[in-house]
């Protein structure tokens, strides 16, 4: 038998606390949306006010699976803690999640080497009981040297592995018990996860634990046993030889989230008289350590994430343009703020020869270093590949290619492209899937000639037939591009920032100062919630990344 902790195929999430509610399974490949809209996949009642309604998702990401908050109204609570907005958190069996009304906690969905099934429905609670009342005073002066020494190795464990097997070893030696096991139970699927045991004369993988009993020491939070005089076992044919059985909850919460699982058979029965107040007190360790490990991890996460997002905006600053600046005749101004986690908005502008420029903006899927990684190395080729060929359909189906063997399967990257002849006015444009782009024409009135002509976005059909659309600019007109970020900014009462507040914004705006300046203000004030002018001009918590550029074509070279 395995003692490795079970590395589940899917988790489901089991009520607790709180109204009735079906236990939710959790795709092991998809990401789940919890909340009180239709458009989730993991819903409550509709009239449950205390959840939003897009509430907390779950994703997985590699071999792990997270929980992250999406701005709801009342918050997730996950072991105690409250979540930060959109940080994804590692999951692990055994967790409380608190959303609205309920707590729920993470179960297995998978069995493995290391699961045993709960058997043995024994008779009736009059055969179980409780140890309500231990005397740790009456604990042996060596168990006592024991139990100070299991505290000192537990301060030493890394994985609840590392606990299980510590533990399990102390207990062999302190208690006379001949089967001695640390489970996680799931009292749903009515299975145990067996993390460490230890076992006199019997083979581990044949064990069997009884569910009564471990139900029993659940519901009451204390010590339970069951002993043969109470002629508790005489039906149970899978535990026929047991003397005795004693399982000892440990808590957290209010809620037992492991237990210690001991008994004796026949012919060793050497239990001493303090084993009860001895596997009380290291259940209490326990449990202490558990908690301390979770902290552990979650502030681990934390910094790796933060270290990550360092390295992120690195790169994403490295493939940027200055800020402001002239490309033949054509000025510009641009501006990226990164959101709570960096991802993968690109930009760049650029001559091609002496009379045409090349621009674009894109947004690669995904959060982090990958994403800022892919955003390079989208922005180098198509770089290359407009310089090289001077075509922009041969070097957007070309990028599009390429994408498809180097991106993951579900990854993709929206873009919109243009090259400007800054003789003519002409301007030919691609826009694979990105859509958030406005002529602003010398007259003030603002257009999307595009709207009609969009394609799929890059890496989604590796064969995408990329064709280009063509409009003429006047002297005078400006070509404004922004990312999603921008559109879909949420206001605390979860409205999005949307089109007709971006057209709003760049109203009154004369110059690719005043676009950029003026959107970013607005975004940053329904980001706060409405909130004064004062404070929309400083940096604030965006979902997303957030990038806007605009580029005002001063005169024409033929017309100067």
Request: glycine content about 8%; charged content about 20%.
């Amino acid at each position: 038998m395995s003692d490795s902790t079970v590395i589940p195929i899917a988790l489901r999430l089991d009520v607790v606390e709180g109204p009735t509610l079906e236990p939710m399974v959790l795709p092991p490949e998809t990401a789940s949306v919890l909340g009180r809209s239709t458009k989730c996949s993991l819903r409550t009642p509709e009239n449950e006010l205390g959840v939003s309604r897009e509430h907390c998702r779950f994703q997985r990401l590699g071999s792990m699976t997270t929980i992250a908050d999406l701005e709801s109204r009342h918050g997730t609570v996950l072991n105690n803690q409250k979540l930060t907005p959109h940080v994804d958190t590692p999951l692990k069996v055994g967790d409380e999640i608190r959303v609205g009304p309920w707590v729920l906690r993470v179960a297995s969905g998978a069995a493995s080497l290391s699961t045993f099934a709960m058997r043995d429905p024994v008779g009736s609670d009059s055969s179980m009981v409780t140890i309500a009342e231990v005397n740790r005073d009456g604990i042996h002066r060596r168990r006592l040297e024991l139990l100070l020494e299991c505290a000192k190795q537990m301060q030493a464990v890394r994985s609840e592995d590392e606990l299980a097997q510590s533990i399990v070893k102390t207990l062999e030696e302190a208690t006379g018990f001949s089967v001695i096991a640390f489970i996680r139970p799931d009292m749903l699927a009515e299975e145990i996860h067996v993390l460490g045991v230890r076992s006199t004369g019997h083979r581990t993988d044949t064990l069997v634990f009884s569910r009564s009993l471990i139900r029993a020491a659940a519901t009451r939070g204390q010590a339970v046993k069951i002993n043969r005089s109470a002629d508790s076992f005489a039906h149970t044919q899978s535990l026929v030889g047991v003397q005795m059985c004693l399982c000892v909850p440990i808590m957290d919460a209010g809620a037992m989230t492991h237990c210690l699982y001991l008994d004796c058979r026949e012919g060793h029965m050497r239990i001493q008289d303090d084993a009860a107040a001895f596997c009380q007190a290291v259940a209490d360790l326990c449990s202490l350590t558990l908690s301390s490990l979770r902290r552990a991890d979650s502030e681990m996460h934390r910094a790796r994430m933060s270290e990550q997002m360092a390295t992120a905006a690195l790169i994403q600053q490295s493939i940027l343009p200055p800020t402001r600046g002239r490309v033949l005749h054509a000025a510009y101004r641009m501006h990226v703020e990164p959101g709570r986690f960096i991802a993968g908005d690109l930009f760049d502008i650029f001559a091609l020869d002496h009379r045409r420029l090349a621009l674009f903006m894109g947004d690669v899927s995904g959060k982090g270093v990958p994403a800022a990684m892919l955003a390079a190395v989208t922005s180098s080729y198509l770089t290359a590949a407009l310089h090289n060929t001077g075509d922009l359909s041969l070097a957007v189906c070309g990028l599009n290619r390429h994408l498809g063997a180097k991106m993951p399967e579900n990854g993709f990257v929206s873009l919109f492209s243009a090259m400007i002849d800054t003789q003519t006015g002409e301007m030919t444009y691609i826009d694979a899937g990105h859509g958030y782009w406005l002529i602003r024409e010398p007259s003030g009135r603002l257009v999307n000639p595009g709207e009609h002509v969009r394609g799929l976005p890059l890496r989604v059909n590796p064969d995408e037939p990329y064709e280009s659309g063509t409009h003429r600019l006047d002297a005078g007109s400006r070509l404004i591009v922004f990312s999603d970020g921008v559109i879909e900014q949420r206001h605390t009462n979860g409205e999005e920032f949307g089109m007709e507040r971006i057209l709003s914004a760049l109203s009154m705006c004369m110059a690719p100062e005043d676009d950029v300046g003026q959107l970013l203000r607005a975004v940053r004030r329904h980001a706060l919630g409405d909130a004064p002018d004062g404070l929309s001009d400083s940096p604030v918590d965006l979902a997303d990344d957030l990038t806007i550029a605009s580029i005002a074509l001063d005169e024409l070279a033929s017309r100067a």
